[in-house]
């Protein structure tokens, strides 16, 4: 009898922790360096909010973003949810207000490729998403690629719904992504928003200098040493649900950094929990090689 009365007081206090954090945004810094770029850069990173609100009309997480003072805004997908209905003016006003601002660049996650799939279930709540993004300014990359500055690329990659398969997803081969964007340009720093990290090999194979991912929602509950507990496609107890990860890849006979960086996410659906886990803006700021 006590252990259960100590056992349902432990799951109250974690689920009334768990409802303080999911409203608890926070900010994570990342510097990546590269000798292609000339001067520095500053982005700010969102990903799979789906549908949460910060603050009256976002306003909480606008301020956020104002508060790194970003050359441009990057959209990693899912910033809504897609079950068995789907909204999107949540999306859309979010779109406007940051367009306003900044260079805003969104590809799709997994929830607008569903919208997307299903035309039967959503009808086109897709071609009007398609349609508010670029009315609002924003730059709609669906397997493609626009020079965000001079000398630097962003290429967003819709990944198909096989890929989003749960437990066993299969292999992404680098022929994949040539045959959806093409060759990147090799002398520019090329950015790439992938929504899953799951196939970080073949985005570095293929060119991607920085791929900026989510979708693993920081693993649900972060446990100690970093690791999550389980990602959406229940995999279990992987380290890249969250920050970043640098690794050597082989182009053109040459050793070069690929980095990936998995943002945690803004919001929830389906397990509406996060522990140890806050929804996180993602800033990073791209220095050229040698600068502080």
């Given at each position: 009898?006590?252990g259960s009365?100590a056992?349902?007081l432990l799951?109250a206090l974690a ?5 303080r954090?999911?409203s608890a945004?926070?900010?994570?810094d990342y510097?990546?360096r590269s ?11 969102l990903?799979?909010l ?6 009256a009309?976002n306003e ?6 104002e508060a790194f003072r970003?050359?441009a ?5 899912d910033?809504?949810?897609v ?14 207000k940051?367009?306003r601002?900044w260079p805003?660049?969104y590809?799709?996650g997994?929830?607008e490729?569903?919208?997307?799939r299903d035309r ?5 709540l897709y ?9 609002a300014?924003a730059l709609?990359?669906t397997?493609a690629t626009a020079?965000?500055f001079p000398?630097v690329?962003?290429?967003g990659?819709?990944?198909?719904q ?8 299969p292999e992404m081969p ?6 959806r964007l093409g060759e990147?340009?090799k ?5 790439l928003?992938a929504h899953?990290p799951?196939f970080?090999d073949?985005?570095?194979?293929w ?7 989510g979708?693993?929602?920081g ?7 970093g690791?999550?507990l389980?990602?959406?496609q ?12 640098d ?10 950094v690929?980095?990936l960086?998995v ?9 509406n ?6 929804p996180?803006?993602v800033?990073v700021r791209?220095l050229?090689e040698?600068q502080g």
């Amino acid at each position: 009898m006590a252990g259960s009365a100590a056992g349902a007081l432990l799951t109250a206090l974690a689920l009334k922790e768990s409802r303080r954090e999911c409203s608890a945004l926070t900010r994570r810094d990342y510097t990546v360096r590269s000798g292609k770029l000339s001067r520095e850069i500053r982005l700010m990173f969102l990903s799979d909010l789906h549908d949460k609100v910060f603050g009256a009309e976002n306003e909480e997480l606008l301020e956020g973003i104002e508060a790194f003072r970003p050359d441009a805004v990057l959209i990693g997908g899912d910033m809504m949810v897609v079950k068995k209905t789907a909204e999107i003016g949540l999306t859309l006003s979010l779109a406007e207000k940051l367009a306003r601002r900044w260079p805003v660049c969104y590809a799709d996650g997994n929830h607008e490729t569903r919208l997307n799939r299903d035309r039967g279930r959503y009808g086109d709540l897709y071609d009007k998403l398609d349609e508010g993004l670029r009315g609002a300014g924003a730059l709609h990359l669906t397997d493609a690629t626009a020079e965000l500055f001079p000398g630097v690329t962003v290429s967003g990659l819709t990944i198909t719904q096989d890929y989003y398969r749960k437990v066993c997803p299969p292999e992404m081969p680098v022929s994949y992504l040539r045959e959806r964007l093409g060759e990147p340009e090799k002398e520019k720093f090329r950015i790439l928003l992938a929504h899953s990290p799951l196939f970080f090999d073949a985005y570095g194979e293929w060119g991607a200098d920085l791929t900026l991912a989510g979708h693993f929602h920081g693993g649900t509950i972060r446990l100690p040493g970093g690791a999550g507990l389980m990602t959406p496609q229940f995999q279990f107890l992987r380290r890249d649900v969250w920050g970043r990860h640098d690794r050597r890849v082989l182009r053109d006979g040459k050793r070069e950094v690929s980095s990936l960086i998995v943002s945690a996410g803004l919001g929830t659906h389906s397990i509406n929990l996060r522990l140890n886990n806050p929804p996180e803006l993602v800033a990073v700021r791209l220095l050229p090689e040698g600068q502080g």
